[in-house]
């Protein structure tokens, strides 16, 4: 069983949501990235979605670019991003980590030398916002060798034939990108949300998860009765350009806003909470 | 190369050999494979033809001449010099012919809003000139660097009532300008209709926005016979994204005696690393929707790039071109700013036209090409575009404040 696997039965057994947050590697400062995934864990982080610096986020908002371009002031590569899930593999062996980026920087390592190093690292899953399942088969099989999980997404605007397409690539979760936008939007539309995933639990038995536009606690809260695991992104990264380079403030505060949103998301699941979305 | 079925490419997902293809977050699959159903279902309706090439001839006064160069011809003592003069199109470049495709298209979809990334601001003027035309809603993303060295088209987009988008992310070039567009298209899927200036981006848009611009090629040919009796020896086009480029050479492909040349902006030198070739110094990666040749670093982040021409300062190329090169159909070359320079005025003083500086770079390349050639020989330059919008960028580096 995949440690993405793993820990997606166990929070089922505790009947509670995963908790996933994005921040990315390398911002403030490479050195900061390691000590920060290990202080959203302890703040109650299930998985970390270790986002790759990129020149050309598209797919990105403000917030996520800003930070993108922090961390390519130091050079934040996707091998030095790979060492930094070795890093934390050292001392964490249960917590996944997934990436989220864009292809390039894959296409440039190699398809092969990345997975055989992301193996090395303990990676466990990989998201490329830019590579659609169609054009996915040789990354895909060269990640499945490894044991990484590749991570899709399925949009508002995915038809059923597309999501049967997706389904059947996708490993680890289903990553349900909850409004047509770009990575910190604010308009999350959590009625709708109900009703779409459970459209799309008729064609995947994976777990989903639910990003884009989750904001704080009590979004996350809403989003946890009705989605398997809530990524939560701009909201945290946000606290390091709050916080403008210092790196520890950035840590404490992100794990406060973590800590937070765990509480209530728990509190939602918990028997006899009022279900408000 | 002769058993090539020019007409079979790209395949039914969009690649060109390994490039091309669709690259772009879920959220827009689906508006990509509608725009592919409507473009394929109109561009075989004869109906929808008609409407396009009454407005090509009316609107934007096609066809317009391929004028002999002779003065131009005689001067380099080689090969007859031919201009395809896009710059005699409405708004002053070919960039019109693909706007006043995609805008029918996006009528055809319902659409209400228009989006355009622009460089030199060629495409947005051409974009918000259709919206204009049409009474649609009309947002155009440009660099901040490039809204500075091409002022007058920001304000040209203004006065037709386009809103003008300064980007003030990245580079501040022409790369910045489409990946915001690209996040606007994200946001606004449902009412909005992206129009891709170049053949770059995500299947249909490479083999859409070519076979818009072929007219090009398709009236070149038949002007060329009709005036010579036969075949041009060579085609010579500047390389941004390629839009021009591939306009003119597509209807040439299956001609094997026609040698075709890509001029890429070199700027500085391409051996100094500011430049904007990635056919003669990049490698393949994936960027903006396709899989193509970049300019990129070893850890395959996207370099700045560098051209006295603001439509060529673009880090990519589409996808087709990527593939002509490889199969060696087709010839890339580069020309450094300086030598774009020397052939805007060259053109200007010989022949009274004063080409965009985008083109000058295809023109430079034919004053070294035309004196190896025989004066029975003739090379067609696609003259893409005119050079008012340049004339702030030649007097600034000359030392003059106009
Ligand atoms: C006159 C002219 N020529 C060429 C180009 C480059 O684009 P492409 O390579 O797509 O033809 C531009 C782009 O702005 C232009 O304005």
């Given amino acids: 069983m995949s440690r993405i696997e793993q820990r997606f039965a166990e929070l089922r057994e505790q009947n509670r949501a995963a908790l996933i947050p994005y921040v990315t590697a390398g911002d403030p400062e490479p050195g900061a990235t390691v000590p920060l995934m290990h202080a959203l864990v302890a703040a109650g982080a299930d998985l970390i979605e270790l986002g790759v610096p990129f020149s050309d986020p598209m797919a990105d908002g403000p917030v996520i670019q800003k930070a993108c371009e922090r961390a390519l002031r130091f050079g934040t590569s996707l091998r030095d991003v790979l060492a930094m899930v070795a890093e934390f593999r050292k001392t964490d062996t249960t917590t996944p980590v997934v990436l989220m980026g864009y292809l390039n920087p894959v296409e440039r390592m190699g398809y092969e030398a990345f997975a055989a190093t992301a193996k090395t690292a303990g990676l466990d899953g990989l998201l490329t916002v830019d590579l659609p399942p169609e054009e996915s088969e040789e990354v895909v099989d060269l990640l499945e060798a490894s044991g990484i999980d590749p991570i899709f997404l399925v949009a508002p605007t995915t038809s059923d034939a597309r999501i049967d397409h997706v389904a059947r690539a996708a490993r680890g979760f289903v990553y349900y990108v909850s409004l047509k936008g770009v990575t910190g939007s604010q308009t999350l539309d959590t009625s709708a949300l109900a009703e779409r995933l459970e459209g799309l639990r008729r064609h995947t038995g994976l777990p989903l998860g639910v990003g884009f536009g989750i904001r704080d606690a009590q979004t996350a809260a809403q989003v946890a009765q009705v989605a398997d695991a809530v990524v939560v992104g701009s909201a945290i990264v946000r606290l390091a350009e709050e916080h403008d380079g210092d790196a520890d403030g950035f840590a404490r505060a ?24 | 190369m002769s058993k090539i079925d020019w007409a079979a490419f790209p395949d039914a997902r969009g690649h060109f050999g390994p490039y091309g293809g669709r690259f772009v977050s879920e959220t827009l699959m689906g508006a990509l494979d509608e725009l592919q159903q409507v473009y394929e279902q109109y561009i075989n309706d004869p109906d929808f033809m008609a409407e396009l090439d009454h407005d090509l001839k009316q ?195 299956g001609d094997e005696s026609v040698e075709m040349i890509g001029v890429e902006a070199g700027g500085d030198g391409v051996e100094t690393g500011r430049h904007s ?126």
């Fill in chain 1, 254 to 277: 992100a794990a406060t806003v973590v800590r937070e949103m765990r509480d209530a998301m728990d509190v939602a699941r918990s028997p006899g909470a009022a279900a408000t979305v």
């Fill in chain 2, 59 to 253: 609107f934007v006064g096609r066809p317009n001449p391929l004028y002999h160069a002779e003065r131009l011809s005689r001067e380099l003592g080689g090969a007859q010099i031919y201009l395809k003069r896009e710059d005699l199109n409405h708004t002053g470049a070919h960039k019109v012919n693909n706007t006043i495709g995609q805008a029918l298209l996006a009528k055809k979809l319902g659409k209400t809003r228009i989006i355009a990334e622009t460089g030199a601001g060629q495409h947005g003027v051409a974009t918000a000139t259709v919206a204009a035309r049409l009474g649609l809603e009309c947002v155009v993303y440009m660099g901040e660097e490039d809204t500075r060295r091409q002022s007058q088209n920001v304000y040209r987009m203004r006065l037709l009532g386009a809103e003008v988008v300064v980007v003030k992310s990245g580079t501040r070039t022409l790369k910045d300008a489409l990946n915001e567009a690209m996040r606007d298209w994200v946001t606004n899927v449902d009412d909005t209709f992206y129009i891709i200036g170049t053949v770059a981006g995500p299947h249909p848009y490479p083999a859409m926005v070519r076979d818009f611009q072929a007219v090009i090629g398709r009236e070149a040919r038949e002007q060329h016979l009709e005036m010579t009796g036969k075949l041009p020896d060579a085609l010579v086009a500047c390389v941004g994204g390629g839009s021009n480029a591939i306009g003119l050479f597509h209807p040439f492909l």
């Fill in chain 2, 277 to 402: 070739a990635p056919l003669c110094a990049g490698q393949p990666g994936v960027l903006h929707g396709n899989r193509t040749y970049l300019m990129e670093d070893e850890n395959g982040q996207i370099i700045g790039t560098h051209s006295v021409s603001a439509g060529l300062d673009y880090p990519g190329v589409g996808p087709e071109h990527a593939w002509l090169k490889d199969i060696g159909r087709v010839n890339y070359v580069s020309v450094t700013d300086d030598q774009a320079l020397a052939g805007f005025h060259r053109m200007t003083r010989t022949e009274g036209i004063i080409p965009a500086l985008e083109t000058s770079h295809a023109i430079a390349h034919v004053l070294d090409l035309a004196p190896q050639m025989r004066p029975d020989q003739s090379i067609i330059i696609n003259l893409s575009g005119r050079g008012d919008k340049d004339l702030n960028t030649v007097a600034e580096r000359e030392g003059i404040t106009l």
